[in-house]
T-cell receptor, first 115, second 111 residues
């Protein structure tokens, strides 16, 4: 597609429920990133995929968070047993390759509210 | 640990004014620095990318500078317009996925 596509754009869920957020990166981009942005905060790195390499999960805040990337393209971020502090915008980004000179392109985010 | 700070957190200026947004980082071992724009309810749009070997980049009315040794970058916006109103974020890249963002400066340009 023309840009990074994320769905759903908005999600309201009850505390304790599981949620899945989807990211469709720009075609041909091998690097895919998930970030979280809480109100008034900077972006917090969550997880990174590069090609077929094992993902860097070092930013995931707890074992309730997981992500996968199927076929090197679409990625799903799953949050189990959601808590109110999980409420944030979850932003996905992709770049041509992971590297020092490549521009990173962001989707419009999935706004998650846990009530 | 790399910390990125943006000052001011919010800025309001009249249309036509030139302005400077500041970004500071604690670890000078970076590969590049990017400035992004974020409109309300939207994702981030890359504005300028400065490689560590560069001192500045220009695009239209925007000019970004980088001083690695002092851990500082500035984004200069000339002749500001109401359409420039947005949140501006800087991000430092230490390589691969290690990209750290500031909390942003929320800019309002009044007509």
């Amino acid at each position: 597609g023309a840009g990074v596509s994320q769905s759903p754009s908005n999600k309201v869920t009850e505390k304790g429920k599981d949620v899945e957020l989807r990211c469709d990166p720009i075609s041909g981009h091998t690097a895919l990133y998930w970030y979280r942005q809480s109100l008034g905060q900077g972006l917090e790195f969550l997880i990174y995929f590069q090609g077929n390499s094992a993902p860097d999960k070092s930013g995931l805040p707890s074992d309730r968070f997981s992500a996968e990337r199927t076929g090197g393209s679409v990625s799903t971020l799953t949050i189990q047993r959601t808590q109110q502090e999980d409420s944030a915008v979850y932003l996905c980004a992709s770049s041509l390759v992971a590297g020092v000179g490549n521009t990173i392109y962001f989707g419009e985010g999935s706004w998650l509210t846990v009530v | 640990k790399q910390e990125v700070t943006q000052i001011p957190a919010a800025l309001s200026v009249p249309e036509g004014e030139n302005l400077v947004l500041n970004c500071s980082f604690t670890d000078s071992a970076i590969y590049n620095l990017q400035w992004f724009r974020q409109d309300p309810g939207k994702g981030l749009t890359s504005l300028l990318l400065i490689q560590s070997s560069q001192r500045e980049q220009t695009s239209g009315r925007l000019n970004a500078s980088l001083d690695k040794s002092s851990g500082r970058s500035t984004l200069y916006i000339a002749a500001s317009q109401p359409g420039d109103s947005a949140t501006y974020l800087c991000a430092v890249n230490r390589g691969n996925n290690d990209m750290r963002f500031g909390a942003g400066t929320r800019l309002t340009v009044k007509p």
